[in-house]
């Protein structure tokens, strides 16, 4: 199977003590792949690892390619996007300004006008609200933001961190439609951090699962919402009830 992203041995650390203990970790192309864990696992972190934004060490692959140690400018540029966990819009800026300067990486490579229509044809609330300041959207609305942004750089692999967070349990929904659509349609492979594991493990293929730093579990969504230890720990108790049974 060939893989987007490959993290052999990465440890990673904010400058004292390292948080990732040497994890393994892959996600393969044109899937979604689910990061679980509880608050403080390592979640962030993995993914600051991957972009670059953090000291790293071991080797991340990105479509084969050694991308460790790289600048993440570099790393934006040769196809990866990251969604960070605040959504990480521009406020004072509007829908418009945010889009453009998703863009940015993609200049060479892409299609603005493309890209938009696509991004559009996503979130059509985000069409409605081009000329509104970002800061004046709904919780919902900058998390589509942030998401349309990112596909706005034509990325190979998306980084999202925790996109349901905050959100009102009809707008996780529809939220999570229009990721599945994107994962099925636009060609990108994404790694998803979540606290909602159940929710993360029903658009995922695949998934891992991080304990303090270190990878404790990799599988399929199915076989990890069939494992009955995981399934106590992440699922809730109607989830354990089903698993394994
Ligand atoms: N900027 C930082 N400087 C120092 N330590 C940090 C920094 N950011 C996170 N940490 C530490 O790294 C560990 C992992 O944090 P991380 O945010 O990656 O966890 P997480 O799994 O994403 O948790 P959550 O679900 O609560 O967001 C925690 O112990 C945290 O205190």
């Not at 992203?5 to 979604?32: C, F, K, M, R, W």
């Not at 304990?211 to 109607?238: C, F, K, M, P």
Request: hydrophobic share 45%; glycine share 12%; net charge negative.
């Amino acid at each position: 199977m060939k893989h987007a992203l490959e993290l052999n041995n990465v440890t990673a650390s904010y400058g004292h003590g390292s948080i990732l203990h040497g994890i393994d970790l892959a996600v393969p192309e044109g899937g979604v792949t689910a990061l679980l864990g509880a608050n403080g696992a390592g979640k962030t972190t993995t993914l600051r690892a991957i972009c670059g934004m953090i000291e790293t060490h071991g080797e991340v692959r990105l479509f084969g390619e050694e991308i460790t140690g790289k600048s993440p400018e570099t790393i934006a540029r040769m196809g990866v996007a990251h969604v960070p966990d605040g959504r990480g819009t521009f406020t004072s800026l509007t829908v418009m300004d945010n889009l453009r300067l998703g863009a940015f990486t993609a200049k060479k490579r892409g299609n603005f006008q493309r890209s938009l229509d696509r991004v559009f044809d996503y979130f059509p609330r985000l069409k409605e609200r081009v000329g509104q300041h970002a800061g004046t959207l709904s919780g919902g609305e900058q998390q589509m933001l942030a998401i349309g942004r990112a596909l706005m750089a034509e990325p190979r692999l998306i980084l999202l961190d925790e996109p349901s967070i905050g959100l009102a349990p009809v707008i996780v929904k529809q939220l999570f439609e229009i990721l599945d659509q994107i994962a099925r349609d636009a060609g990108v492979s994404m790694l998803l951090v979540e606290q909602n594991s159940n929710l993360a493990l029903k658009l995922a293929s695949n998934a891992a699962l991080l304990e303090v730093g270190n990878l404790v579990a990799r599988g399929t969504a199915e076989e990890l919402s069939q494992n009955q230890e995981i399934a106590r720990a992440y699922l809730g108790d109607v989830a354990a009830e089903g698993a394994g049974a």
